[in-house]
């Protein structure tokens, strides 16, 4: 495969279940995101992942645990949930560098997972 | 602060016509500024980028942007519209600066682009 992959594509689950979703980046990447995304709403950074280090916890909520055991691969853990967590979860990765006088650097996304909480 | 607005929230087009997708944005520094396409049930794809080289910067599928720093525009434009074509579009721009190592994307809330037959 090449590219994002996310696992699953659909996940359905309830209030006091415990899932995890899996993002795997083919493309020797530093860093992976995680997105999600809300009918009518912006995408919002939730966790950002530098060399497997955590660089950015976006006041998300402890019920999202994200886990990066390695540069290529990404988890986020989900426990007791609520419906407003539905949403299309997106992870993107990136190489990280600079260039003269800024930075540049494109994000590429995986298909996303669409996760219905009830 | 950067920040991205999409004028229009639907534009619907006739295929064959061209295609205008507008987008403003503010920042601090040298902006990077991208557009990416999200069809229905699909991730983001990349369209195109642009990174304080050309002004014009062509992208896949025959779209295009020009960076207009005087009126910070970052506009999307297809000569053509194709039926494919349909799908939201979000225009983004990224944290730039010398010394800054944040790569940070800030979205803007994307454009719904409808193409009749």
């Known amino acids: 495969e090449t590219g994002v992959t996310q696992t699953p594509r659909h996940l359905v689950m309830g209030m006091t279940n415990k899932k995890s979703l899996k993002c795997e980046q083919h493309?020797?990447?530093?860093?992976m995101y995680w997105y999600k995304q809300s009918a009518k709403k912006p995408l919002e950074l939730m966790f950002v992942y530098n060399f497997k280090e955590q660089t950015e916890n976006n006041s998300v909520p402890s019920r999202f645990s994200p886990e990066c055991p390695n540069s290529s691969h990404l988890f986020l853990h989900l426990h007791t949930l609520q419906p407003e967590d539905s949403a299309l979860y997106l992870c993107?990765?990136?190489?990280?560098?600079?260039?003269?006088?800024?930075?540049?650097?494109?994000?590429?996304f995986g298909p996303g997972t669409r996760l219905l909480v009830l | 602060a950067q920040s991205v607005t999409q004028l229009d929230s639907h534009v619907s087009v006739s295929e064959g016509t061209p295609v205008l997708l507008r987008c403003n944005y503010s920042s601090s520094y040298s902006p990077s500024l991208f557009w990416y396409v999200q069809h229905p049930n699909k991730g983001l794809q990349l369209l195109l980028k642009?990174?304080?080289?050309?002004?014009l910067v062509k992208g896949i599928n025959g779209f295009e942007a020009e960076f207009k720093k005087s009126e910070t525009s970052f506009h999307l434009t297809k000569p053509s519209a194709h039926m494919s074509d349909a799908a939201e579009y979000f225009c983004v721009v990224s944290e730039g600066g010398q010394g800054s190592t944040l790569g940070r994307l800030y979205f803007g809330r994307g454009t719904q682009l409808t193409v009749w037959p």
């Open positions: 642009y990174t304080s080289a050309a002004t």
């Open positions: 493309l020797g990447h530093n860093a």
């Open positions: 993107a990765s990136s190489q990280r560098g600079r260039l003269a006088g800024g930075i540049q650097e494109t994000q590429y």
